[in-house]
């Protein structure tokens, strides 16, 4: 699992540009699936026949994540960028990125004035990122433009995956490639099972379940279940009432989520699948904790309104300082969220038989 996550961390996508994780994801999953391809916005579906081909799974992860693109290069070379999906300011600062360029990526790093030329009042201020700019060490727009750095470049994170104490790991954008990662394990351990299952690695997640919408219409599943994180607010500086979910207790299976005020706009899980889950958990006395999550949805939501509708729910991973480079999770709720989705497989026909 770690190898796999390091993998999958490594690769680079923002919404629109997720080609190095779908290279990465159909490598891995060559000769494991029984059908494999890319849809037209460029989700990757892989298919697995049951012998009962009823009912039909589907499985949801996304493969982008959350970044910066180039906006504008000035005549010394420094580069302005936008955000793409959910990205605050503040972790931004003194980062190092990766510019995505058709010549390869270019190292460059998120400057700041340093404190012996700041004032006393600026010291104190958080600088906001129009304020902010990327270096590349080039003296000219001419200089960058001959490394290949253009107007829409996408920019990531350069954050390799690190092991921290008690099986837990840091990277980038292991929203999702954690979701991405129990997938393809799900598929690569999957038994001969009487259900067939889609697993789909979606794109432009970030930006409005746009992967999600498109291919769940295509498919039209009896259900679907996607693959996410979730907040977990076991540290410093959240009260525990903000977001009980802890890491390392178990995945955690959602009952709703959405918006912050009223949780509008996101899902509430069907209680079939939620009780799918939950003996899917219960079945191997897998720990899971449950979810009500306020302030962001998954690809379940947009499924869940395909066509007459879709019976859905969410297995997420609790995960700490989530959109930054520096997200934590922990390896053994990613192994347990793997149980669960081999078990629901399993337990799928009893609920769902048709
Ligand atoms: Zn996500």
Known sequence: ????????????GIPGAEDSVREVIKKELQGHVGE?????????????IG???KPTVMFAAHMDEVGLMVKYIDEKGFIKFAKVGGVVDQPLLS???KIHTEKGSIVGIIGAKPPHLMKEEERKKIVEFEDMFIDVGTTSKEDAEKLGVRIGNPITFERGLVELRNKLVTGKALDDRAGCAILIETMKRLPKTEATVYAVFTVQEEIGLRGATVSAFKLNPNLAIALDIT?????PGIKEFESPIKIGHGPAIKIVDGRKESLGGGLVAHPKVRELLIKAAEKEEIPYQLEVMEGGTTDATAIQLSREGIPAGVISIPTRYA??????????DAENAVKICLNAVQLAPRFFGL
């Open 323 to 332: 959109h930054s480079p520096v997200e934590v999770i922990s390896l053994e």
């Open 1 to 12: 699992m770690k190898e796999l996550l390091a993998k999958l961390v490594e690769a680079s």
């Open 36 to 48: 494999m391809f890319t849809d037209n916005l460029g989700n990757l579906i892989t298919k697995k």
């Open 95 to 97: 980062q190092r990125v």
């Open 231 to 235: 907040s977990a607010g076991d540290y």
């Open 51 to 53: 012998t009962l081909g």
